[in-house]
């Protein structure tokens, strides 16, 4: 596998999750340029590392790049354990389901939202979005364009990957 064929997945996986160019570059610490680059089969070098970041946040893999492993995980039960972390009452999969698919905070839960924005590893945030698309039978952009309207209520500390 070259990184032509990296591209081409990495801009196929973007798309199916409602991802711009920019809010995958931020999820994964690179630059637009290089997730442009990449996509367009122009990058002359991207190290190992990054690449294997680049498709964990995508929920790929190599030989060839594949979500089969990703499908049989449970994003929203995942996102929702790790937002419920430290605190006395947990955050239902159902509501965080509704936070993400509405933009609105659940009452009573806050805190476990702020987690779920400042905390959870952006591969579980990823699966979250795509599981929450798939429920809801919209598409993954309309779920990212909710996390910005909770970040926007909340204010995250890592504000600068959901806007």
């Not at 160019?21 to 610490?29: D, E, S, T, V």
């Not at 924005?117 to 429920?135: K, S």
């Amino acid at each position: 596998m070259n990184l032509y064929e990296v591209g081409k997945a990495v801009r196929i996986r973007r798309l199916a999750l409602g991802l711009t160019q920019l809010r995958l570059a931020r999820l994964a610490g690179l630059s637009r340029q290089t997730v442009q680059q990449l996509e367009a089969g122009t990058i002359a070098d991207l190290s190992f590392g990054r690449v294997v970041n680049l498709l964990g946040v995508l929920g790929l893999s190599f030989a060839p790049p594949t979500i089969k492993a990703r499908e049989k995980k449970r994003g929203l039960w995942m996102a929702a354990k790790n937002a419920s972390v430290s605190y006395r009452s947990e955050l239902p999969i159902d509501q965080l389901q509704q936070a993400l698919a509405t933009g609105q905070v659940p009452t009573n839960h806050q805190s476990q939202l702020m987690h779920f924005l400042d905390e959870t590893p952006l591969q579980v945030v990823v699966m979250a979005v795509e599981e929450t698309a798939h429920l809801e039978a919209v598409p993954p952009a309309r779920i990212w364009a909710c996390i910005t309207q909770l970040d926007r209520q909340l204010g995250s500390v890592r504000s600068n990957l959901w806007r």
